[in-house]
């Protein structure tokens, strides 16, 4: 199982931070930071549930982090295994993480993908997001699986809709001339995007739209068919 202790710094003080796995106990806490995370117009009943929760630590234990600042809980990610098929990449959100119960996990899939990740607004200015992010890459390069992946939302998406493609949307914020809070934030980790899918998440801003955004194993060759 994960666990790892640092620091992380608010006005140059150092805090202490600890990234571990989820249990039980953590439930109450997370579905309070899924709140706080996702107000409306996401949609509340894509918030976790308990029965969720429950189907995580379930089916793939190992993919469940969540961190805390100073013993207080902070924020999450959650992942299954899957067999992605780079010849067939369009799915929706629901179907490859069962809605959200990882039922779907695979435990001989090549590829760890994100079901979610989120950090309480209060502390997002010390990189909690980035931390959990590289540790799922750890688990990643521990496991030996070839990539990570994920859909990410276009959050700002719904201002440039009526003059840009999701595509051209996308190239624009790779070049730096658009900001999308989660695009952005997932470049600054590593990830690349590499397919636009429509219908990927009952999701307004993003118009519904979900770009596919992997960060590839560096010690596991891969070959090229996107």
């Given amino acids: 199982m994960y666990h790892k202790q640092f620091y ?4 140059n003080k150092p805090i202490l931070a600890t990234i571990r796995n989820y249990t039980p ?33 379930k ?3 190992e993919g469940t982090l969540c961190i805390e ?21 369009i799915h929706t959100w629901e179907d490859i993480t069962d809605n959200g119960y990882i039922r779907t996990h695979d435990p001989n ?25 590289l540790s799922m890459y750890e688990i990643v390069i521990e496991q030996k699986r070839m990539r990570l992946l994920g859909g990410s939302r276009m959050p700002n998406y719904h201002h440039y809709a009526e003059q840009l493609t999701p595509e051209a949307y996308i190239e ?14 997932l470049l600054r980790c590593g990830r690349m995007p590499i397919q636009v899918v429509p219908h990927y998440l009952e999701d307004e801003e993003s118009h519904h739209y979900g770009v596919l955004m992997e960060w590839r194993n560096p010690f596991i060759q891969i070959k090229e068919t996107y």
């Fill in 109 to 133: 899939g090549d590829t760890l993908y994100i079901v979610d990740l989120c950090v309480s607004p209060a502390y997002r200015s010390l990189g909690l997001g980035k931390w959990l992010m």
């Fill in 69 to 89: 600042v100073d013993g207080r809980l902070v924020g999450s990610m959650t992942s299954l295994l899957v067999d992605f098929d780079p010849d067939n990449p």
């Fill in 8 to 11: 992380v710094f608010r006005d």
């Fill in 172 to 185: 624009s914020v790779v070049l730096g001339e658009i900001h999308d809070q989660v695009i952005s934030f």
């Fill in 59 to 61: 089916h793939f234990p």
């Fill in 25 to 57: 106990a953590d439930f109450n806490a997370l579905i309070l930071i899924q709140q706080e995370c996702f107000p409306p117009p996401f949609p509340s009943e894509l918030w976790w549930s308990e029965e969720q929760l429950i189907s995580h630590v």
